[in-house]
């Protein structure tokens, strides 16, 4: 059975394949950098990069670096550090500027995503008694539901009145991008907010940010992305696309342990609007002046604006190890691996449907490239738990979302092709 999911690839179900694929791979020395999870005494197939990436083999030196420097330096490390403390936080614009398609000024490295978020619709979701309605996915991150739910009853509002969801229609899995476009065009006078996922955490649906974010700014309303699922992972043109807004973790494809910090980006159209109300915080003040204790708040005049503490330096010492490899490997060459395997994992999975007696699978992940991301979903339409489990025994560490759903993402820094090729091996044991 030969198909082509990638334009310029025709797959084969085939060991030797796939080996071949792996040959010719120029980041296959990725892996290397990686500790990989052993199971059954040998190592496994790790296809749950999307939920929390691998540890780098130089995450431990980043880290003990700090720690040797608080032993030695104490508060002084502050200024004395190899990397200064009062400074660290400044090292990681121009290392995520490739990784989400912005200027260094409009990146800023703090917190933890959801706080991230919330911070930013304080600033971005200023509804009014005419404008209030929130646009968003079905079924986005619970996490994104509630600060959504929160921030509307923040503001007086009932959160069923202010929050539209984009459904997918009848039959489908995910969201067809004109169903968004209308949502916005028909609720835009009433529009403060269109938000959405970059990549949808259930499907692996990839949305037309930049469409969406035209359509949201054509009707007045701002535009924000939550890029959990996204960052590392596909491209971004955040500034290009003229986004207002937009947050992210760092522990899933960015590989920076777990509850790592978080990044978030804010147009530098807005960095100089003194009328764009912020919770402000001193490490957002002045840098000139910080250390001067004053009363008036004067935001530093980029992203780095809306910090609010100091820099939470061993959880940034984690990022900082990551990213120099994302910066080694490119971000594009990324994308583009990224998108192979999981084109080769749609070809196995359609293969063994069509091999078995009834189709067991129903892959919920669009299939064309620029729809999807590393992240392919699998709806189980018999036995989907005892096949979760089975796969768990095998040396396979996927990841189970209720009700039927394996979700799997094969990633291109330290996943093979013969680590998809070995999936279907295994899982097709399963379902004959």
């Not at 892996?31 to 199971?39: H, T």
């Not at 059954?40 to 880290?63: A, M, R, W």
Request: with cysteine; hydrophobic share 40%.
């Amino acid at each position: 059975m030969n198909t082509s999911y990638q334009q310029d690839m025709v797959f084969e179900n085939s060991l030797h394949f796939a080996k071949s694929l792996d040959e010719k791979d120029t980041l296959k020395k990725f892996r290397e950098k990686f500790y990989i999870p052993i199971v059954n005494e040998k190592e496994c197939i790790y296809f749950t990069g999307n939920s929390l990436g691998l540890q780098p083999k130089t995450t431990q030196d980043f880290v003990l670096n700090e720690l040797e420097d608080w032993a030695n330096y104490g508060v002084e490390g502050h200024f004395h550090a190899k990397n200064p403390w009062v400074s660290y936080h400044e090292m990681f614009p121009d290392l995520l500027a490739e990784v989400v398609g912005a200027l260094p000024e409009e990146i800023v490295v703090m917190n933890q995503l959801t706080v991230n978020l919330h911070l930013l619709m304080i600033s971005f979701y200023r509804p009014t008694k005419k404008r209030f309605k929130i646009i968003c996915e079905a079924k986005a991150f619970p996490s994104d539901q509630y600060a959504f739910q929160s921030q509307a009853a923040l503001h007086g509002f009932k959160p069923e009145d202010a929050i539209i969801e984009v459904q997918p229609r009848e039959g489908s899995s995910y969201i067809e991008t004109q169903d968004i476009l209308d949502a916005i065009s028909q609720h835009g006078e009433e529009t403060a907010l269109v938000i959405f996922s970059g990549v949808n955490y259930y499907s692996g649906q990839v949305f037309n940010m930049q469409q969406i974010c035209k359509a949201a700014h054509e009707v007045g309303a701002n535009c924000g992305f939550d890029l959990a699922h996204a960052a590392g992972n596909v491209a971004l043109e955040l500034h290009d696309w003229n986004v207002d807004f937009a947050c992210w973790c760092s522990y899933k494809y960015l590989n920076s342990g777990p509850g790592g910090v978080s990044g978030a980006f804010i147009h530098n159209r807005h960095h100089n609007n003194s009328n764009l109300l912020r919770l402000a915080g001193w490490w957002g003040h002045d840098k000139e002046n910080r250390f001067k204790m004053g009363a008036e708040f004067k935001p530093i005049p980029t992203a780095e604006g809306w910090q609010l503490s100091n820099a939470p330096v061993l959880s940034m010492a984690a990022h900082l190890a990551s990213l120099e490899i994302f910066a080694e490997a490119g971000m594009h060459n990324l994308v583009t691996k990224g998108k192979q395997l999981s084109a080769y994992l749609i070809y196995i999975l359609e293969h063994i449907n069509s091999s078995a007696k009834e189709k067991i699978i129903d892959i919920i992940t669009p299939i064309h490239s620029e729809e999807r991301g590393c992240q392919v979903s699998m709806l189980m339409l018999k036995d989907g738990k005892k096949i979760f489990e089975e796969l768990i025994k095998a040396g396979v560490i996927a990841d189970w979302r209720e009700p039927n759903v394996i979700r799997v993402a094969p990633v291109p820094l330290y996943n093979s092709f013969e680590d998809v090729y070995q999936f279907g091996q295994i899982i097709s044991k399963f379902i004959q």
